[in-house]
């Protein structure tokens, strides 16, 4: 039985139904990922057959409205489910996040009644599976400078470009992609598995996230009918606006893999017995599992105040990033002091210590690197752009 820990009571801040969905999400990562998840990143695969699951147990869309196939539920709901997603493997959160910040929440919040109507409810039951395309082979933490681009040909629009690093792009069914127009303004497209001059090679060799599958999305004058277009938003703030809500989703998260870490080392400290005594008795090793706990119910506070303030739609995206970049070099640090703890066992699979280290290394990159959101921190005490 998997007990976090949960040192100043947070669970006393959440309602009823918000401890509901996450005790049934907890199962079933002990059920169904727990199990699986170290031979799957031992071999480089996605284990893709969870991906229904996860519709069913309601991971996808948790705050889309139920008439779109989502549960309508709030932005804490959200965030306990990456919390226990995550847990599991910051793969199978990764799946989550994408689907439901990057694919659902631009459909619902810039589509047309049309694309929500279509979309929305096969993405909920993970019957389709989206990918969200922004980072391209020369623009990453720059994604203004893209050079995907599409014309207007009368009847459809004409896409060229291409993207890299994209979540589950090799298995996706649809990808929102964001390229700019004739005028150089971003704009989203939702481009469909099969369309013609359409590829998406996965990318192999990943020392990090090895049971998510990543690749490219390529685009050779691929015909996109006009009615595919996001007609509600233009400008990168389309984008931002998505990865807000997936960056608050990985400021959960990434507590989960500390949660993880922390409690696999405090319980093989205890078991553990060097020179006649637990290792949890030199001080040394209760320096490190006292910060880390400290660490983590710092950032579980953290989380729910910026979850309460998203609730009333009050969160700034320099709110997000402090959260993103707090919690999940919290997380990092608590996976490396933790594998320490276990000494040599600390890098076996055995224990999923290093398996969350390794994941973190991208987590901590993705959705805005560490330094970035950092700046985007000192711009909003400032005034001045300092990555500018
Ligand atoms: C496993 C994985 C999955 C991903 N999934 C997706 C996805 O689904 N969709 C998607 O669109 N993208 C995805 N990404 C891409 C990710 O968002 C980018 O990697 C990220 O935005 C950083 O871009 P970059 O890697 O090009 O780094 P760069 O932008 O080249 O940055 C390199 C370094 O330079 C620093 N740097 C850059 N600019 C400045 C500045 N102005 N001042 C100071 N330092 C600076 C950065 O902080 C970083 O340390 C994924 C990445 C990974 C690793």
């Not at 090679?201 to 990090?208: C, D, F, L, R």
């Not at 579980?300 to 990033?321: C, V």
Request: aromatic residues 10%; charged residues 20%.
């Amino acid at each position: 039985m998997y007990n976090p820990p949960d040192y100043y009571l947070v669970d006393e801040l959440l309602t009823d139904e918000h401890r509901l969905i996450r005790d049934s999400v907890r199962e079933w990562v002990s059920r169904e990922v727990v199990p699986i998840i170290d031979a799957a990143a031992q071999n480089h695969t996605f284990p893709e057959y969870l991906f229904k699951q996860m519709g069913e147990i309601g991971a996808f869309g948790p705050y889309i409205p139920e008439k779109y196939g989502g549960a309508g539920m709030d932005q804490i709901t959200y965030g306990v489910i990456m919390t226990e997603l995550e847990r599991g493997d910051s793969a199978i959160r990764s799946a989550a996040s994408v689907q439901t910040s990057l694919v659902m929440y631009p459909i619902y919040t810039f589509g047309s009644e049309e694309q929500r109507l279509k979309y929305l409810p096969k993405l909920a039951s993970g019957d389709l599976i989206g990918c969200f395309g922004l980072t391209e082979p020369n623009y990453g933490s720059d994604p203004g400078g893209m050079l995907t681009k599409f014309e207007d040909r009368g009847d459809h629009y004409l896409l060229n470009g291409s993207k890299m690093w994209i979540t589950n792009s090799p298995i996706a069914d649809i990808a929102v992609v964001w390229a700019k127009n004739e005028d150089g303004i971003v704009q989203g497209l939702i481009v469909e598995k099969g369309m013609q001059g359409f590829t998406a090679p996965e990318t192999k060799n990943k020392w990090s996230l090895r049971a998510s599958i990543t690749g490219e999305l390529v685009f050779d004058n691929v015909k996109v009918p006009k009615e595919n277009i996001l007609p509600n938003v233009s400008g990168l703030k389309g984008p931002l606006k998505c990865l807000n809500s997936a960056r608050y989703g990985i400021a959960w998260g990434a507590i989960g893999a500390a949660m993880d870490c922390y409690n696999t080392a405090l319980q093989y400290s205890l078991e553990r017995k060097q020179f006649k005594k637990p290792i949890a008795s030199f001080q040394l090793q209760q320096k490190k599992l006292a910060e880390m706990l400290t660490e983590i119910t710092k950032a579980q506070l953290l989380i729910w105040r910026l979850g309460m303030l998203r609730n009333n739609d009050q969160a700034t995206p320099a709110q997000i990033s402090m959260a993103k970049r707090n919690n999940v070099e919290m997380a990092l640090k608590i996976a490396r002091d933790s594998r320490q703890i276990l000494g040599a066992m600390g890098i076996s699979g055995d224990y999923p210590i290093m398996r969350h280290m390794m994941n973190l290394e991208s987590v901590i990159t993705y959705e805005g690197t560490h330094d970035i959101h950092l700046l985007i921190t000192g711009f909003d005490i400032t005034g001045i752009a300092a990555f500018e």
